[in-house]
């Protein structure tokens, strides 16, 4: 794949940041939009603004024909058996805390199990905790190998036949660790329990097959995927959503409304209450679409090439501490000896270099690793080896500041 020729199709990294070209290291909070995506939300807004379902006129017609030809979209690129096992939601978050209320407190009691792992995301773990003081059931974690890798002889000998739910992160949002997750779910079926993905990370950088994985539900944002923000999507099996309840109630998700009872739609719009995210859902459309043409294999090679590469790179740099396995996806996670991670940020934003410092909302994670906060650089389809050069180029001259300073 030609990154230089990618890069031209996201208008935003063609500027400069204090002085400096902007290298924009931050795709695992964030990525960044191409023309096609913006292009295909200017052209609903201005031709095609209309809602949903409801209208017989036109401009009806084709705004829904784009959102649920975008749900077809979702459901080729990830692979599942049905548009109806396809659910849009505001995100990542809202879409596990779909299956925590829905599912959950509906199929939990006391004594039951909930497994997840210390290197959730936060939406991955307050959803849990709430959900076990609600129905009374046990949160247990997967213990973490020194790299912060998982193995399968722990989670075998976590998940009990008390478990009902395991949830996990595909990838690490810090640490780069991406799970088994085929084998966990083997266990977690073997166990009688059903199996969360979080895919936030996942979804945008390595090819995903919701039928091969059989997880039993997967979760992902649009805003990390080349989409806009705002928009995500729950996948589920279909047994399962049958039997669930919907969590927002309102107008679009309805069948039938009289004074005392109603019902609800058939999958999957039961579970989309209120005028659903329709430019969102057309946006991600676009997006997968960009990202298909480009081929997320040549994505994931790309961004393993760059990883490998910024390991390198960055263990050159004296004092440096990277965290997590050597095998990884497309992050680095580090701290460098005497520098806060937000005083380090703060110094590479003035030379134009766009990291995140702090937590990553991952503070169990934070406490494991014994820091309050770490750097982070995550790259994407448009970074390239020299962006990773002026990385390190901008964290000696931050090391040699602050030596100087201190």
């Given at each position: 794949?030609?990154?230089?020729?990618?890069?031209?199709?996201?208008?935003?990294?063609d500027q400069e940041v204090n002085g400096h070209p902007l290298v924009y290291l931050d795709s695992a909070a964030t990525s960044q939009k191409p023309k096609a995506v913006l292009q295909k939300l200017?052209?609903?807004?201005?031709?095609?603004?209309?809602?949903?379902?409801?209208?017989?006129?036109?401009?009806?017609?084709?705004?829904?024909?784009?959102?649920?030809?975008?749900?077809?979209?979702?459901?080729?690129?990830?692979?599942?058996?049905?548009?109806?096992?396809?659910?849009?939601?505001?995100?990542?978050?809202?879409?596990?805390?779909?299956?925590?209320?829905s599912y959950a407190r509906a199929n939990l009691k006391k004594g039951d199990e909930i497994v997840i792992t210390p290197?959730?995301?936060?939406?991955?773990?307050?959803?849990?905790?709430?959900?076990?003081?609600?129905?009374?059931?046990?949160?247990?974690?997967?213990?973490?190998?020194?790299?912060?890798?998982?193995?399968?002889?722990?989670?075998?000998?976590?998940?009990?036949?008390?478990?009902?739910?395991?949830?996990?992160?595909?990838?690490?949002?810090?640490?780069?660790?991406?799970?088994?997750?085929?084998?966990?779910?083997?266990?977690?079926?073997?166990?009688?329990?059903?199996?969360?993905?979080?895919?936030?990370?996942?979804?945008?950088?390595?090819?995903?097959?919701?039928?091969?994985?059989?997880?039993?539900?997967?979760?992902?944002?649009?805003?990390?995927?080349?989409?806009?923000?705002?928009?995500?999507?729950?996948?589920?099996?279909?047994?399962?959503?049958?039997?669930?309840?919907?969590?927002?109630?309102?107008?679009?998700?309805?069948?039938?409304?009289?004074?005392?009872?109603?019902?609800?739609?058939?999958?999957?719009?039961?579970?989309?209450?209120?005028?659903?995210?329709?430019?969102?859902?057309?946006?991600?459309?676009?997006?997968?679409?960009?990202?298909?043409?480009?081929?997320?294999?040549?994505?994931?090679?790309?961004?393993?090439?760059?990883?490998?590469?910024?390991?390198?790179?960055?263990?050159?740099?004296?004092?440096?501490?990277?965290?997590?396995?050597?095998?990884?996806?497309?992050?680095?996670?580090?701290?460098?000896?005497?520098?806060?991670?937000?005083?380090?940020?703060?110094?590479?934003?003035?030379?134009?270099?766009?990291?995140?410092?702090?937590?990553?909302?991952?503070?169990?994670?934070?406490?494991?690793?014994?820091?309050?906060?770490?750097?982070?650089?995550?790259?994407?389809?448009?970074?390239?080896?020299?962006?990773?050069?002026?990385?390190?180029?901008?964290?000696?001259?931050?090391?040699?500041?602050?030596?100087?300073?201190?």
């Amino acid at each position: 794949m030609d990154v230089n020729q990618i890069r031209k199709e996201f208008p935003i990294l063609d500027q400069e940041v204090n002085g400096h070209p902007l290298v924009y290291l931050d795709s695992a909070a964030t990525s960044q939009k191409p023309k096609a995506v913006l292009q295909k939300l200017d052209e609903y807004y201005r031709s095609h603004n209309s809602n949903v379902h409801r209208g017989v006129h036109t401009l009806g017609n084709r705004a829904t024909e784009g959102y649920e030809g975008a749900r077809e979209k979702v459901r080729n690129f990830i692979n599942a058996n049905s548009t109806k096992e396809i659910i849009f939601t505001r995100g990542t978050t809202t879409a596990i805390n779909k299956v925590a209320y829905s599912y959950a407190r509906a199929n939990l009691k006391k004594g039951d199990e909930i497994v997840i792992t210390p290197m959730e995301h936060h939406s991955n773990i307050i959803p849990w905790q709430q959900a076990a003081k609600a129905t009374g059931a046990d949160l247990k974690y997967i213990p973490l190998q020194p790299d912060g890798t998982i193995t399968l002889e722990d989670v075998e000998k976590t998940i009990t036949n008390k478990t009902k739910v395991v949830a996990m992160v595909h990838v690490s949002n810090v640490l780069g660790t991406i799970n088994p997750i085929k084998e966990v779910a083997t266990i977690a079926h073997k166990n009688g329990a059903i199996l969360l993905v979080d895919g936030a990370q996942s979804t945008p950088h390595m090819r995903v097959d919701v039928q091969e994985l059989d997880c039993d539900f997967f979760t992902f944002s649009a805003h990390k995927m080349c989409g806009p923000s705002g928009v995500g999507v729950l996948y589920g099996k279909q047994e399962l959503l049958e039997k669930m309840e919907p969590v927002e109630f309102g107008g679009e998700m309805i069948d039938f409304v009289d004074l005392y009872e109603s019902t609800w739609k058939e999958l999957p719009w039961k579970f989309e209450g209120g005028t659903p995210i329709i430019a969102g859902a057309i946006g991600l459309g676009a997006a997968i679409d960009f990202i298909e043409e480009i081929g997320i294999e040549n994505i994931e090679a790309h961004e393993k090439d760059l990883a490998a590469y910024a390991m390198q790179r960055l263990r050159t740099i004296e004092g440096i501490e990277i965290y997590g396995p050597e095998k990884r996806a497309g992050l680095v996670t580090f701290n460098l000896d005497g520098v806060h991670p937000h005083d380090l940020a703060t110094a590479l934003d003035q030379q134009g270099i766009a990291v995140r410092a702090g937590h990553h909302c991952a503070q169990p994670l934070m406490k494991w690793l014994k820091v309050s906060a770490t750097a982070r650089a995550s790259f994407y389809l448009y970074n390239t080896r020299e962006e990773i050069d002026k990385l390190v180029v901008g964290l000696e001259k931050t090391k040699e500041f602050f030596g100087d300073v201190f």
